[in-house]
């Protein structure tokens, strides 16, 4: 076995389980704790789309697909991102259905990424892109961005690209922090970046879960499209997790080599899913709104109450995560976790789950009902008191 395992691919074998899987595992050991470390809306996919996917069922769509997706599909999800965010691609050819915006990751990364090119990360960020990139044999390469409220500046990239930098992550709105570029940071990021050779991968995931602003991408702006991949998916807008259902938007010249990635990874996205995402994007085109009002509500309250216990925040603009700071306690954000996690019962995510520069701050998502959130913070605060 030994001499065997030694044979298994160093790069898979390094790989470490991610922090929050580590607490969640955690957790379900301690049967009375509330939880708020969940990455997924808590409302049920909206029943339309349900029934659209029984639908499918009954009319025997049960076959494979094109490899890039249904037409129809690929032309709703076109027609989305232009009414959106002002966002204009082929169906035809620019346009890529995935199994999740994780995939979508994995086949954009393998088609841009050659052995030491070096990604940049503006850290904390969401842990699910350095493996990836390790698995490509790329470079990760992290920017601090906590002086600044966690939004990566031209300022702040400018030193960390070389002559190797060949993509640089942006994940706006932001998983673990909630926050956002405005269009006036995102253009002085496309002004930098314009004459240069590399990728953008904008992972906009979260888009429809913006409560202060209409959503802008990068790729719309001046000189960005030919350069930019945007990534989203409907995990999010549609609580449609695990129906597995992302999608890229490329230039064609990269989208043709990323569908043959595509094509010998899995063919095509599961076809159930993709008829149920024909009706999302098109009947459900505003399904987000009910629930983003929701989660205003929720965000304004977690943020009102972490405030009043003393605690240093930013407040966040989007997704369902806030990401206070707990420096002043004077512990990691693992013991703070631990410590919370046994004396009070209440799961939260350290912060250093996405990445070191992560460390210092906790991750609260609030993708869980009021009454939950009422506990929460009553018995966080009981916590922070005996600090
Ligand atoms: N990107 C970010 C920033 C995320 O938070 C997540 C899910 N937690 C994903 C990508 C993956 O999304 P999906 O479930 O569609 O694969």
């Not at 409302?43 to 129809?72: K, M, V, W």
């Not at 960020?125 to 031209?154: H, M, Q, S």
Request: charged share 20%; proline share 6%.
């Amino acid at each position: 076995m030994e001499r065997l395992e030694r044979l298994i691919n160093p790069r898979v074998n390094e790989i470490q389980i991610s922090g929050i899987r580590k607490i969640s595992n955690l957790v379900s050991t301690y049967k009375d704790a509330i939880t708020l470390t969940i990455g997924q809306p808590d409302f049920p996919t909206p029943e339309h789309i349900l029934r659209s996917a029984e639908q499918a069922i009954a009319d025997h769509r049960t076959t494979y697909t094109p490899n890039p997706g249904l037409p129809e599909l690929r032309q709703a999800i076109s027609s989305f991102a232009e009414a959106k965010y002002g966002l204009k691609y082929n169906a035809a050819d620019e346009i890529i259905v995935t199994t999740g915006a994780s995939q979508a990751l994995d086949i954009t990364l393998r088609t841009i990424l050659t052995e030491g090119a070096e990604v940049i990360l503006p850290g904390p960020i969401y842990p699910g892109y350095e493996p990836l990139v390790r698995l490509c044999g790329g470079v990760p390469v992290y920017v601090d961005t906590r002086d600044n409220g966690f939004k990566l500046t031209a300022e702040l990239l400018e030193p960390h690209l070389t002559d190797k930098t060949r993509c640089i992550i942006l994940c706006y709105p932001s998983n673990p922090t909630g926050r956002v570029m405005t269009e006036d940071e995102l253009l002085e990021m496309a002004r930098l970046l314009e004459a240069r050779d590399l990728f953008i991968i904008s992972d906009e995931i979260y888009s429809e879960l913006i409560y202060d602003a209409p959503h802008r991408s990068i790729a719309a702006l001046p000189g960005m499209r030919d350069k930019t991949i945007v990534i989203n998916g409907l995990s999010k807008s549609h609580s449609m997790t695990g129906w597995r259902i992302g999608f890229t938007l490329a230039p064609a010249y990269l989208s043709q080599h990323m569908v043959k990635v595509h094509q010998y990874n899995v063919t095509c996205a599961s076809s159930i899913s993709q008829y149920a995402a024909i009706e999302a994007l098109t009947a459900g085109i505003d399904d987000a709104l009910p629930m983003k009002a929701e989660y205003v509500k929720r965000r304004d309250f977690v943020y009102d109450r972490l405030v009043g216990m003393g605690i240093d925040l930013v407040k966040p603009e989007g997704a369902f995560y806030l990401f206070p700071s707990i420096q002043q306690y004077g512990l990691s954000s693992m013991d703070f976790t631990m410590r919370l996690l046994e004396e009070q019962r209440v799961a939260v995510v350290p912060g250093d789950a996405f990445s070191i520069y992560g460390e210092g701050y906790i991750r609260i998502s609030y993708a869980y009902g009021m009454e939950v959130l009422e506990r929460a913070m009553e018995k966080l605060e009981m916590f922070v008191k005996t600090l």
